[in-house]
């Protein structure tokens, strides 16, 4: 586990440590200690903790003009036993919204497990941007998280499912990415 690390080619355009506006402004990170463990593996130092004992994440990227933010997940998804969606609402995208994110796309090929909880958070975070416009999508799940979060219900609150899997993300620039998953979702309300 500790050879994946985030995506880094948009590091060109983006760093969230450099963002005086992100909630990971001003981290550093060493290459050379490995701190971080999911369960008792070590994780490479480039993920981010955001208060989650077995989720991490990075912020890959993020456009305050066009208002979307793109999130890439690694580890265990545990609403049930640590309420990871609570951390991830309250510690990360509620320092977003002030700023004008309303977009999500959440990178989750590497969200190994999900094990769900209540839906609260997920329904506070889909009324949070849906007056703007705005929305959640998830891509690449792999087909026993999409199952359980489809069992959970919370493909009310947010899109994912194979509409939106298997897009070779990493072939498009942040901006382009945006325009590819906002016409999946363009086809998706055209067909339910």
């Given at each position: 586990m ?10 060109d355009?983006?760093?969230?440590a ?6 990971f ?11 971080q ?5 070590f ?20 456009d ?13 998804w545990?609403?049930?036993?640590h309420?990871?969606?609570m951390?991830l609402?309250?510690d990360?995208v ?13 990178i ?12 609260c958070?997920?329904?506070e ?6 007056e ?9 799940l792999l087909p026993?998280?999409e199952?359980?979060m ?5 493909d009310f ?9 298997d897009v070779n ?12 998953v906002?016409?999946?979702m363009?086809v ?5």
């Amino acid at each position: 586990m500790h050879n994946i690390e985030p995506y880094h080619r948009w590091r060109d355009q983006y760093i969230s440590a450099e963002d005086e506006l992100s909630p990971f402004f001003g981290r550093s990170y060493d290459e050379f200690y490995y701190t971080q463990k999911i369960y008792n593996y070590f994780i490479h130092p480039q993920w981010d903790n955001f208060g989650s004992a077995t989720l991490y994440m990075k912020v890959l990227f993020v456009d305050y003009k066009k208002g979307f933010a793109v999130f890439e997940m690694f580890g265990e998804w545990n609403d049930c036993l640590h309420n990871d969606v609570m951390f991830l609402k309250r510690d990360v995208v509620d320092e977003m919204l002030p700023e004008g994110i309303n977009k999500f796309i959440i990178i989750g090929e590497n969200v190994l497990n999900f094990h769900a909880s209540d839906d609260c958070y997920y329904e506070e975070w889909y009324d949070d941007v849906k007056e703007d416009g705005g929305w959640v999508c998830l891509l690449n799940l792999l087909p026993h998280v999409e199952e359980e979060m489809k069992d959970a219900r919370l493909d009310f609150f947010l899109n994912f499912g194979h509409q939106f899997n298997d897009v070779n993300w990493r072939a498009f620039l942040p901006k382009n990415l945006l325009k590819k998953v906002e016409g999946l979702m363009a086809v998706e309300r055209r067909l339910t």
